[in-house]
């Protein structure tokens, strides 16, 4: 969608990418890092499947009626394996992030900082 | 079935990987024979790709198309002379994996080596993966699958203070991948493909996009990070130093590599398109050369070994980069064979450091003064290490960076060949400072006077490995032929 000159999709994927650049960065709690970068991520798979997209194509099966023009099914496949790949470094960093609880007792960088 | 050299191309990644899912059912049995099981895969890894090294010699390179797809639509694996890197690669892991046997006793609980032995296994394949494919995708997923077994692997070993270094290493490094990520959806919208030579060429055929130099520098970024060079350089030190010392001699002798393997993808990718890299190399000169001096020089500082030698990887890092950027035949030829080297040495000197942290529990200078007397083999060993990495003649560091000298002088950049001998220089200082302490100063611990030489199944990697050095550097005229061809076809690609 395009307004005032803007392709909208792609200034909604640049804003969300900076929130959560802004989020990784300067929260303090490591659970909110952690969301952070889940937002970022969230940004580059919206890029993704937006660039596989044609206006006014059918989705990618082909049955009686469909066609001419699909979609590319390709960036939709890419994200599914973007997915799988996000959801496992989510999972080590929460793993991490326990540890870490049950070890210094707090998930705050401010306060790990000080210590040994 | 009958046997092809392209299905043993194949075969490369997916043998460690698949072996990676078997380790916890051989684990179930005994946790002992887990080790077993690691090291015969690796070693098989190796002769394979040895073997399909010698092939390489002998008749040229070899493509596979996975699933019989042709390429640029199917996903191509190329076994050519940047891909041989996984031949050293398998073998490292070979050497360390039963090193690791015993080191885990002392350090890592029982119930966790299925764990550690798994994500070994893991990342050997993404290692192998990631320096096969010429399909963008695939690149960022063998990334994926090293860096994630990296993560856990730093935390392997327990306690709270390797999971926050685990942490942040995995903070850092998701954000670099996210940038492969994002500059792979960038060239895909922009050309409709992935494969790497077709994203060049049909980039080449089209108009000049500022999108495409976006995501050739946000690839830049991204592996400049996973390289570790100097200002990004900040999750690497704690990681490093933290991990068990197998993993440490793995992370700081192969995985930062594919940065290294990453940036040369970035200079055949903008080579091959066309796209002006004039910028991209005056930065890498900059920033290799800062991180020569700035590693070296904050090593001296170190009293813990292990933090010591993660600060060295990051001077060498630096001379790889300088390399690189320099872009004339002598300095990227050093730049390529210094990533072998460094490896080698690294990997050395890691496990050597690791014994001598087994066999006293100690770990710092101050602590492990007089420990060449009672340790004489490990200390040789290390001592032998510590000689390769100053570069002096005529051990494994020397032919490399010698030609990275002579590229950054035939190159007429003067004031980074001095860069280079500086850092050098501090590299020297702390190496003495180091051998001072383990031959020439009285001990003042007594694990130090009690510690005996470690297990022969410890010692024996660290004595091939200490002698390869030597041996590597007395024949380094073959590394150098044989990456040479590669080096051309770079450089010719990127009209310099």
């Known amino acids: ?116 | 079935m009958t046997f092809s050299w392209s299905q043993a191309v194949a075969w490369l990644p997916v043998l460690p990987l698949a072996a990676a899912a078997l380790v916890p059912i051989v684990a179930q049995r005994n946790a002992r024979a887990a080790g077993g099981f690691t090291f015969v895969v690796t070693l098989l890894t190796a002769a394979l790709a040895v073997a399909l090294t010698i092939r390489l010699v002998a008749e040229g390179p070899l493509t596979v198309h996975l699933g019989g797809w042709v390429a640029p639509y199917g996903i191509e694996l190329r076994f050519d002379r940047l891909g041989a890197w996984s031949a050293p690669l398998a073998t490292f892991f070979a050497l360390v994996v039963p090193f690791a046997w015993r080191y885990l006793e002392g350090s890592v609980p029982r119930e966790r080596w299925a764990a550690f032995y798994a994500l070994m296994l893991l990342n050997l394949g993404g290692l192998i993966g990631f320096s096969l494919t010429v399909d963008l995708f695939n690149l960022f997923l063998a990334m994926e699958v090293v860096s994630i077994s990296s993560y856990a692997l730093v935390a392997v070993a327990g306690r709270g203070t390797a999971a926050w270094a685990a942490l942040k290493y995995l903070l850092l490094g998701s954000v670099s991948s996210l940038l492969v990520l994002f500059a792979v959806a960038l060239l895909f919208a922009l050309t409709g493909s992935l494969n790497l030579f077709d994203v060049a060429a049909r980039l080449a055929a089209s108009e000049p996009s500022p999108a495409a130099t976006l995501a050739l520098a946000s690839l830049a970024v991204a592996f400049v990070v996973k390289a570790a060079l100097f200002p990004l350089h900040v999750w690497l030190p704690d990681a490093h130093a933290i991990a068990p010392s197998p993993v440490s001699a793995v992370l700081s002798g192969l995985v930062v590599k594919i940065g290294i393997v990453g940036l040369v993808r970035v200079m055949q990718l903008a080579g091959e398109s066309g796209i002006a890299l004039d910028v991209f190399s005056e930065l890498l000169m900059l920033l290799g050369a800062v991180a020569i001096v700035m590693g070296a020089f904050l090593a001296i500082f170190q009293d813990d070994i292990k933090l010591m030698l993660a600060y060295s990887t990051i001077s060498n890092i630096g001379y790889i980069v300088l390399g690189l950027g320099l872009a004339v035949p002598f300095a990227v030829s050093g730049a390529l064979v210094h990533v072998f080297n460094h490896a080698l040495i690294k990997v050395t000197l890691f496990l050597a450091a690791g014994s001598i942290i087994h066999q006293t529990g100690l770990r710092t200078l101050t602590d492990l003064r007089g420990v060449g007397r009672t340790l004489p083999q490990t200390c040789a060993a290390m001592t032998l290490g510590a000689m390769a990495i100053v570069g002096l003649p005529p051990t494994a560091g020397f032919i490399s960076k010698w030609y990275i000298g002579l590229g950054a002088f035939s190159a007429g950049r003067v004031a980074y060949g001095f860069a280079l001998v500086f850092g050098a220089l501090f590299v020297f200082i702390y190496y003495v400072r180091m051998l001072n302490t383990f031959y020439f100063q009285r001990a003042t611990r007594e694990e130090v006077v009690a510690a005996v030489e470690p297990p022969w199944s410890m010692r024996g990697p660290v004595i091939a490995l200490a002698a390869a050095c030597l041996i590597v550097g007395l024949f380094g005229g073959i590394l150098l032929a044989f990456i040479t061809p590669a080096v051309g076809e770079l450089l010719a690609a990127m009209g310099s």
């Open chain 1, 1 to 116: 969608m395009v307004l005032f000159g803007v392709d909208v999709d792609y200034l909604a994927f640049v804003v969300l990418f900076c929130v959560g650049l802004y989020m990784l960065v300067r929260k303090s709690n490591l659970l909110k890092k952690l969301l952070g970068l889940n937002v970022m991520e969230t940004a580059v798979f919206a890029f993704l499947v937006t660039a596989g997209m044609i206006e006014g194509a059918d989705p990618p099966i082909r049955t009686a009626g469909t066609g001419p023009l699909f979609a590319n099914p390709i960036p939709h496949a890419m994200v599914l394996t973007g997915i799988v790949v996000a959801v496992s470094v989510t999972a080590v960093a929460l793993a991490l992030i326990v540890q870490i609880h049950a070890h210094y007792g707090t998930i705050e960088v401010d306060e790990l900082k000080g210590l040994p």
